[in-house]
Every structure is written in C-alpha cells, then in structure tokens.
C-alpha cells in the first residue's frame, strides 16, 4: 500500500480540490509526494452526515463485535509493515526505533480498549429495582447505563505520528465508547496518517460496520478544523497541540446552539522538585537522568521536563555542573518540523532574554536541529514574569533557584495547571515532600517519585491530564483506560417494560458485566 493523496470519507477516497498539503522531510528540507488537496465545507458535512447515520447503529454494537473491531484495526495497521515505518521515519525525522515503538504502543491500546469494551464495566450499570410495598412512599424501578455521546472529531497531533494521530487514543476510546471518529489529519505527517486511514477503513468493510464509523479529512489552515467542530453532528472534541489552537476549537464548541465538549490537550512544563537530600547524596545522578529525559525525541514530548527548582548551596550547583556537562555533549536531533523548529528557537530565545544561559548543545549540520539547552535563574524573577513559565516544546529546560524550602513551595504554588510534577527525594526528605504534595495535587494530573516524566504507560491507572492549561477538562484523561469515560454519558430508564430494556439492564445480565443492583456489586 502507498498513499495517494486522498481523504477518505466512509468507505470512499475523495480528492479534495483547495489548498494543497504536502509534507517535508524536515531532516533534508525536500518535500514529499504525493500532495494532498485540501477538502471543502461540504465535503466535511458529509463526514458528519455519514458519522450521525452510523451512530444509531454502532452504539448499540455488541461487545463482542466492538471490541473484535478494536482488534481488527490493529492487525491492519500490523499488516502495513514496513510501508508505514519508512513513511512515519521520512514525514518526522524520527528514527526507526521509536517508530516502531510507537505503532506497538498504537496497536497496544486498541487492544487494551478492546479488553475493556468486552469487560462492559464502562457501562456502569446500576439497577435499583421497584419496591412498591416501601412506605412511606414506593419506589419504582430505576436502570442506568452509560451510552455513547455521539459522532467525535479528532484532531491529529504532531509529535506522535501514531499514537496521538489517526487511531491514537482519543480515537481509540471514542470507538470503544460507541462513537463514529472523524479525523483531521496532521499536515506535518499526511502519508503515515492516510496509511493508518486506510488499514481502519479496511477494518470497518471486514467488520460490517457502518461505512461512517470512521473518516478522514485534510485540509491547510483553520478552516476544516472549525468547521469540523462547529458542525451540528459533531458532539465532542479529541485534540492535542498547542494552547492558541485548543482555545480556539473551544472557543468554537461553545459558541455553538449546543455547546459541546473539548478534550484538549495543550500545554505543559513538567516541574521537578529536586528535595535537599536527594541532592547532596545524588546529585550527578539525577542531573544525568534529567538530561536524558530532557534530551529524548528532542524535547517534542508534552511530558519533557521543562523546569527544574532546587534550594541554592552547592547541591544544587554540583547538579547544575553536572547538568551542564551533559548538555554540552548531547547531540543535536532533527526537529518534526520546520515550524516546531521555528517556535522552538524562538522560545529559546526569549529564554535567553530572560535568564543565564547554562549550556548548549553543539550545533548540528543539517536543517531544523534541536541543540539542547538549559538555563538559570532566580525564583523570585521566575515568580515575577509570566514568559518565563511559557512551554518552550523542545529540549529547553530551566533551573529555579530558591533561597529555602518555603521559597519553593511559593514557586510550586505559583504554577499553571501541568499534566506531571516529579519529586526526586530520600528519606530524609519526606517532610519536605508531605509539604509539597497537596499543592502539587491540586497543580497536576500525575505525581511521580524518583522517576521522570517522559514515557506515559498505556494502563488502566495512568492520568495523562490536568489542570488548564494541561488541559481543557481536569477530570480527564487521554491515557488509559478511563479515556473511554470522556466519551459517555449516563442515561436513567424508569419503569421500562422488560421488552424495551437494553440488553445491558436486563434481569438476566446478557453481557455479564459487574452491576451495582440495590447498592450491591454483583
């Protein structure tokens, strides 16, 4: 299979007739064949048209089959083998290795939803059955389930060519819920994206679904984005990117006659606490693990540690050193674009105007280079300007430095709202750390101790969300298996005659999910 410069709507590959797309490899600057014209407003319309006809079909698709779905687009994007690989590797400069990583991730999670759709516990069945007899009023009989919102649009990310992109996780669990995908597709990766279309549509004809289950759309600009979200069909928003483009699909979803909801991912800094004794006993350690973590897939991770705050003394100045050693011989790494490149030099910059430079990395010799930087400055000038808590998506980091602990629980106070927050601490430090943790509660989807944040497990546990502007809904996550909720809503069904009940509330539980019948699990 090669890409042809389609988008695919239903079971049909349409070419559209507006703005040309075409992808760049940004580690040769060459464009890429084939191009792919942008669609129009209609055409866009009858993505939705197809996705609300799909609707009242597959969410009412058994278990089973849904899930053997899930599976099903897993194998098929399995099957492309090599094709996808050298086309994800040629579209982001990304290497082999985590390319390949990254589709057994991808097809990890379709697997790992399908599970939790045979599972049924999604479904939150609740059963109080009818006591006519109570006194001193009866109570009738009160079922409820959780049924699917309606057609999703999904928008593709640009640092995750396939986990966060065509059948990434928003579109995993808004299918595992129940709901037709419509996909605006990333125009830095518009191949590997069209690839990955394919092998779903594919798995919808060999599944027998609804050809509107899924679609796919390209277009340049804001134009598609918008209109995919303003349409009346549509009724929610899986997006991950940048702050200024979740805010305005937002924006969009609740201008609408009936405002719906954006799950958006945008913006985060990732700070890391490093606690006094943790420092003094292992300072070179940690710093080395920072850089590393700082350093990989050149920073494009929205978990890449972007600041670093510590006590002043010479801890934390031994760790600065050591910090900055491994900085200077980080080599530089490709970019995925030239305009993540662009914003990123640009968000160094500002760095630069603001704080001591520490270290940077060697430049590299081909175009859009990331060179690792790091910096330095006072809490009390970080505290006092608003650019210096700006994300700055790459491999840029900057280092805090407090007079005391009070002073850092002022910075940690301080924060915007983050997907992660590390604490690097010993024994010695857990009052410290007990001081630390409501505030980071409140401030941050995932805590971690002595770890570091890049690197998300796709599990059943893992919040991969925050506070704004992390995110646009705290209660959420786009990681694991409770990304399946985001994409659901409860109905009740009072005194339904047994013949109109759905198989899930039914007294024999077809399914055979766990139900809470009369406050008891069973």
Known sequence: MTPQGTSLIGQSAVTGDQAVIRAIDPASGESLAPDYPGLDRDAVARACELAETAYATYRESS???????????????????????????????????????????????????????????????????????????????????????????VFGASNFPLAFSVAG?????????????????????????????????????????????????????????????ADPRIQAVGFTGSRAGGLALMQTAQNRPQPIPVYAEMSSINPVFLLPEALEARGK????GFVGSLNMGAGQFCTNPGLVIGVKGAALDAFVAAAAEAVGGSAAQTMLTPGIHAAY???????????????????????????????????????????????????????????????????????EGQLTATLQLDDGDLDAARMLLPVLERKAGRVLVNG??????????????????????????????AAIRRFLRPVCYQNLPAGLLPEALQDDNPFNVTRLVDGKRE
């Open 63 to 153: 278990l089973k089959a849904r899930a053997a779905f899930l599976e099903a687009i897993a194998a098929e994007i399995e099957a492309l083998g090599d094709v996808l690989i050298t086309r994800a590797m040629a579209e982001t400069g990304l290497p082999r290795a985590r390319l390949e990583g990254e589709r057994g991730r991808t097809c990890g999670q379709l697997r790992l939803f399908a599970a939790v759709v045979r599972a049924g516990e999604w479904l939150d069945v609740r059963i109080d059955p009818a006591l006519p007899e109570r006194q001193p009023m009866p109570r009738v009989d009160l079922r409820q389930r959780h049924v699917a919102l309606g057609p999703v649009a």
């Open 169 to 229: 996780g928003d579109s995993a669990s808004a299918l595992a819920a129940g709901c037709p995908v419509v996909v605006k597709a990333h125009s830095a990766h518009p191949g590997t994206s069209e690839l990955v279309g394919r092998a779903i549509q594919q798995a919808v004809a060999k599944c027998n679904l609804p050809e509107g289950v899924f679609s796919l759309l390209f277009g340049s600009g804001k134009e598609i984005g918008q209109a995919l979200v």
């Open 285 to 288: 350690e940690i710093a080395e």
């Open 345 to 415: 030099a640009d968000g160094v910059g500002q760095l630069a105007g603001e704080a001591r430079e520490i270290a940077r990395a060697p430049a590299g010799e081909g175009p859009h280079q990331c060179q690792t930087a790091l910096f330095a400055t006072r809490a009390g000038d970080f505290l006092a300007s608003e650019a210096l808590q700006a994300e700055v998506f790459g491999a840029a980091s900057l280092v805090i430095e407090c007079d005391d602990l009070a002073e850092m629980h002022a910075v940690a106070e301080a924060l």
């Open 452 to 481: 570091w944040p890049t690197g998300v497990e796709v599990c059943h546990a893992m919040v991969h969300g925050g506070p704004f502007p992390a995110t646009s809904d705290a209660r959420s996550t786009s990681v694991g298996s």
